[in-house]
């Protein structure tokens, strides 16, 4: 019996725009699910199925590559930010008691 061809999968715009930070990051879709938290086979199911990104994964790109949040879900503003690099270590000192600046 012959197995039928799968049907392309039309992607959203944001998965789109993930595709791009991916493509950008110059890192393999392992090395970017590890780097924001996820498994490959969660990030490869985001464009198998065409699904929507959630505002968590979202959130976690732009923590650790600068990627606007609103810009990958919404597409407005600008794509990159560069604030939260200056912010974060300042805010984990102010939060974190024990925090050790060396660390950062």
Do not use: C, H, Y
Request: no cysteine; glycine share 6%; proline share 4%.
């Amino acid at each position: 019996m012959v197995r039928p061809a799968k049907t392309s999968i039309q992607l959203t715009a944001e998965t789109q725009r993930l595709l791009e930070v991916i493509s950008d990051s110059k890192l393999t879709r392992k090395e970017f699910a590890e780097r924001i938290g996820i498994t490959v086979d969660g990030l490869n199911k985001i464009f198998s199925r065409g699904s929507s990104i959630s505002a968590v994964l979202a959130k976690a790109v732009q923590l650790e590559f600068g990627i606007n949040q609103s810009w990958l879900i919404e597409g407005e503003g600008p794509k990159s930010v560069e604030l939260w690099k200056k912010e974060l270590p300042e805010l984990l000192l102010r939060l974190t008691p024990n925090f050790d600046a060396k660390l950062m």
